[in-house]
């Protein structure tokens, strides 16, 4: 009898990731998505047709040869794998769980032009969650694996480079201070907090992104030879002044933008109403969701409104479905399709129970006698032509108020960089937005020695887009560093700039 013939690649359906079933994670925290099996993950690698010209690879904002570890996987070599991956990527267990690959990566691979693409960002995971189970340790193999590809990124060279203070340990921090330790620089990432990881520990939920996975992508960075401080405020316990004066010759800032914005109507101020970051700070950095094991209650109320529309907000709203509310709502002034949101999210949201209230604005929250929120007004919106976004327009619609009856108001409304770290930093431009100024190529500021990427730059974006800015301020800094007769060349941005 003749051999069934193999489907050609093209014919093999893309494969889903196991999932928890909505009913059973919507009261739990633990990650919802449950990762490749072996198998699903031999048949996803077998998608990829290995393109002679890439562009998944332009695609990704730390050009993480993609092919190549893919490739790895078709032959069986995890190992492989896992080095072609680390020899990019400083943070994959992460980066595979968190990053926008649909509009990235996957946006651009030829089999989503007919169909769906390769699941790119779950082989990602599926790799880094191998290698970590298995203990490899891979930085000895990255040069090896550089010199069989004809590359020149960063390298282990011997130790004795510059003293380079990294300040803030996200993920451009992170990403930086593993690059310049590749370098052969001697660096020491500064955090503020008592736990490092910044965005990613204090502000994506467990369900989302096991600690334990940040941790151990944050011991890799160290056993690059990168020094880690904590409970270290630069502003207040030290500032940019104080590291030079001890002796640091660069800096790269990337504290990231955790200055909560609000709306600014009446009845803000009640007691109920929490800014998104307090709120997924206390639940997760501070462990709110295991009280009383830890010692942070988080009140919640039996009905709870997030306001916005972003990953941020979903994130708000699931795990106030978890902490025990009986009814979630996001309230968005935009439609679905203006939901900046990955839909990915916005879907586990949804299957979860989460309400939307789409064209929808909050315009007063209502206290009762003991100054908590018992409510809150909203008024029905409509699309106008397209704003400065590229989004249209939302208006209110005159004569719709309404009255929502919540006890919870969380405001998910995006977040600015905080003023304190510019404390005793003269030459430091920043926009009106409160952003550093910064070249967007080589992430320099218009302060000698001093480079900044991330969102502290850009504003709240995503995690890869902050990688990739402090992968490149790393080559930059190294470049500088080693070139004695450097100059430096940034000029203000007049037109955005505050003195």
Same mark, same amino acid.
């Given at each position: 009898?003749?051999e ?13 990731m196991?999932?928890?079933a909505?009913?059973?994670?919507r009261?739990?925290?633990n ?12 048949l ?25 570890f ?13 080095v ?6 400083n943070?994959?267990a992460?980066c ?12 651009v ?13 779950r ?7 191998w ?12 040069a090896?694996?550089?010199?069989s ?11 004795g ?20 330790a ?8 500064l ?7 910044g965005?990613l ?5 467990e ?31 030290l ?10 010759e ?20 009640y007691n ?13 950095l501070?462990?709110?969701?295991l ?6 209650p ?10 916005g ?9 699931r ?9 979630v ?10 939901m ?13 129970g ?29 699309l ?8 249209? +327009?939302?208006?209110?619609?005159? !004569?719709?108020e ?5 006890? %919870? #108001? *969380?405001? /998910?409304? @995006?977040?600015?960089?905080n ?27 218009? +302060?000698?020695?001093?480079?900044? !990427?991330?969102d ?5 974006? %995503? #995690? *890869?887009s /902050?990688m @990739? ?31």
């Amino acid at each position: 009898m003749a051999e069934a013939k193999k489907p050609k690649r093209e014919k093999i359906p893309r494969q889903e990731m196991p999932r928890q079933a909505p009913k059973v994670r919507r009261r739990n925290f633990n990650e919802v998505a449950l990762g490749y099996t072996p198998e699903l993950m031999m048949l996803e690698a077998k998608r990829c047709l290995q393109c002679k010209k890439p562009k998944c690879i332009e695609g990704c904002p730390v050009e993480v040869d993609i092919p190549a570890f893919i490739l790895k996987l078709q032959e069986g070599d995890l190992a492989g794998a896992a080095v072609a991956l680390y020899a990019d990527n400083n943070l994959p267990a992460i980066c595979g769980r968190v990053c926008p690959q649909e509009t990235q990566c996957e946006a651009v691979c030829v089999l989503g032009k007919k169909g769906e693409p390769v699941a790119i960002g779950r082989l990602e995971r599926y790799v880094a969650d191998w290698k970590m189970s298995q203990g490899m340790e891979v930085p000895d193999y990255v040069a090896d694996w550089r010199i069989s590809q004809g590359t020149e990124a960063p390298e282990m060279r011997p130790p004795g480079g510059k003293r380079v203070a990294v300040v803030g340990s996200g993920p451009a921090g992170l990403t930086c201070a593993a690059d310049l330790a590749r370098y052969g620089h001697q660096v020491t990432m500064l955090e503020a907090l008592h736990a490092p990881g910044g965005v990613l520990i204090y502000g994506i939920p467990e369900f989302r992104l096991p600690k334990a996975t940040v941790h151990a992508e944050v011991e890799y960075v160290k056993s690059l030879g990168v020094e880690l401080i904590l409970n270290c405020v630069i502003g207040k316990t030290l500032t940019l002044d104080d590291l030079f004066n001890d002796g640091y010759e660069a800096v790269f800032l990337g504290t990231g933008a955790g200055l909560p914005m609000f709306m600014n109507i009446p009845g803000e101020n009640y007691n109920g109403v929490y800014s998104a970051n307090e709120f997924l700070t206390r639940v997760n950095l501070m462990k709110g969701y295991l009280f009383p094991e830890w010692d942070t209650p988080v009140r919640i109320g039996r009905r709870v409104a997030v306001v916005g529309g972003g990953n941020v907000a979903m994130d708000a709203a699931r795990c106030s479905l978890r902490l025990g509310a009986d009814e979630v709502f996001i309230v968005y002034r935009r439609s679905r399709e203006e939901m900046p949101a990955r839909a990915e999210e916005a879907e586990n949201a949804e299957e979860e129970g989460i309400i939307f209230h789409l064209l929808t604005n909050p315009v007063e929250i209502y206290g009762d006698d003991n100054g908590r929120v018992r409510s809150m007004k909203c008024i029905q919106m409509e699309l106008g032509e397209p704003d400065a976004s590229g989004r249209r +327009r939302p208006i209110p619609i005159e !004569g719709s108020e309404f009255d929502m009856d919540v006890d %919870t #108001v *969380i405001m /998910a409304l @995006g977040t600015r960089p905080n003023p304190m770290v510019f404390t005793d930093a003269g030459g430091l431009e920043r926009t009106r937005w409160g952003t550093v100024v910064a070249d967007e190529t080589t992430g320099r500021t218009t +302060r000698e020695a001093v480079w900044a !990427g991330g969102d502290i730059v850009t504003g709240a974006a %995503t #995690v *890869i887009s /902050a990688m @990739g800015a402090g992968k490149a301020a790393a080559a930059d800094m190294d470049r500088y560093l080693r070139d004695e007769t450097a100059t430096w060349v940034l000029e203000p941005e007049e037109e955005d700039a505050e003195a």
